[in-house]
């Protein structure tokens, strides 16, 4: 994938810094697109800083998505890979976000739903003349596994973890949406997703025990397993796969 052109959203995240890495590292160029803060102190492309790029977007700002998408096509003029990871997640310290549902705030909801899913859906019209003057042209969605199947709170008891209805909610449009690119993009652009269980970092011990005993594999994810799938799903490899959700969970979803 030599010469080709990726943007990465939430590129400098603890997800996002290692898809960006195994982009690079596969040949592309890469944009890692974040805030400010999170590009500051992150360390995406250690160790191939010289194929990536950070670019400090709000990606919940109008004017900044278009920002991003007219140096783009100043600067490039053409998109290769575009992946949508920038989100809330269970973790994000929104009010009313990860709490028992009858505390969880129509704010937090809102804000899931803007940057999970109308951002990817923003970005990538707003960025279709590029993506087309591609002559590879991939999206990959982030998705989840609580895109796919309801939580097993069981897990989060007695932990100060919790499971957002915006962020199952957003990830399940993801996952539609997905479909649904995939669908009318063809056959210029592949728009296929990434299905993550969930992540080891560093959760509760009580959670960790409970959520490796669910899981066919015996562990939880790592950044590497995840961005394996997305870089595959990116490459020629995978030039005839359209509209695939793709879960990286272990099995987790088998059972």
Same mark, same amino acid.
């Not at 028992?100 to 707003?126: K, M």
């Given at each position: 994938?030599? /010469?080709?052109?990726?943007?990465? $959203?939430?590129?400098?995240?603890?997800?996002?810094?290692?898809?960006?890495? +195994?982009?690079?590292? &596969?040949? !592309? &160029?890469?944009?890692?697109?974040?805030?400010?803060?999170?590009?500051?102190?992150? *360390?995406?492309? &250690?160790?191939?800083?010289?194929?990536?790029?950070? @670019?400090? $977007?709000?990606?919940?700002?109008?004017?900044?998505?278009? +920002?991003?998408?007219?140096?783009? $096509?100043?600067? @490039?003029?053409? !998109?290769?890979?575009?992946? @949508?990871?920038?989100?809330? $997640?269970? =973790?994000?310290?929104?009010?009313?976000?990860?709490?028992?549902?009858?505390? *969880?705030?129509?704010?937090?909801?809102?804000?899931?739903? @803007? !940057?999970?899913?109308?951002?990817?859906?923003?970005?990538?019209?707003?960025?279709?003349?590029?993506?087309?003057?591609? =002559? /590879?042209?991939? %999206?990959?969605?982030?998705?989840?596994?609580?895109?796919?199947?309801?939580?097993?709170?069981?897990?989060?008891?007695?932990?100060?973890?919790?499971?957002?209805?915006?962020?199952?909610?957003?990830?399940?449009?993801?996952?539609?949406?997905?479909?649904?690119?995939?669908?009318?993009?063809?056959?210029?652009?592949?728009?296929?997703? %990434?299905?993550?269980?969930?992540?080891?970092?560093?959760? +509760?011990?009580?959670?960790?025990?409970?959520?490796?005993?669910?899981?066919?594999?015996?562990?939880?994810?790592?950044?590497?397993?995840?961005?394996?799938? %997305?870089?595959?799903?990116?490459?020629? +490899?995978?030039?005839?796969?359209?509209?695939?959700?793709?879960?990286?969970?272990?099995?987790?979803?088998?059972?």
């Amino acid at each position: 994938m030599t /010469s080709r052109i990726a943007v990465v $959203t939430g590129g400098c995240g603890p997800l996002g810094s290692v898809i960006c890495a +195994d982009l690079a590292a &596969a040949g !592309l &160029a890469v944009i890692a697109v974040d805030l400010p803060d999170a590009i500051e102190s992150s *360390q995406a492309g &250690a160790g191939a800083a010289a194929a990536i790029t950070p @670019h400090a $977007t709000d990606l919940t700002d109008t004017a900044q998505l278009d +920002d991003l998408v007219d140096r783009l $096509t100043r600067e @490039h003029g053409r !998109l290769d890979v575009l992946v @949508h990871n920038a989100a809330f $997640t269970g =973790t994000s310290g929104l009010t009313g976000w990860a709490v028992p549902f009858s505390d *969880q705030s129509d704010e937090a909801f809102d804000a899931a739903l @803007h !940057l999970n899913l109308a951002v990817p859906f923003r970005l990538t019209r707003r960025a279709l003349p590029l993506l087309t003057a591609s =002559t /590879s042209a991939s %999206v990959v969605m982030i998705a989840s596994i609580y895109g796919l199947v309801g939580p097993d709170l069981g897990l989060y008891a007695g932990t100060q973890m919790g499971n957002p209805a915006g962020y199952a909610a957003a990830k399940g449009g993801l996952v539609q949406l997905t479909r649904y690119l995939a669908a009318v993009l063809a056959p210029a652009v592949r728009v296929n997703a %990434v299905a993550p269980g969930g992540i080891a970092r560093g959760q +509760d011990p009580t959670f960790v025990e409970r959520y490796v005993a669910r899981t066919p594999m015996g562990r939880m994810a790592t950044e590497s397993d995840v961005a394996g799938a %997305v870089t595959w799903l990116a490459s020629d +490899d995978a030039q005839y796969v359209t509209g695939l959700i793709l879960s990286v969970d272990g099995g987790w979803t088998a059972r």
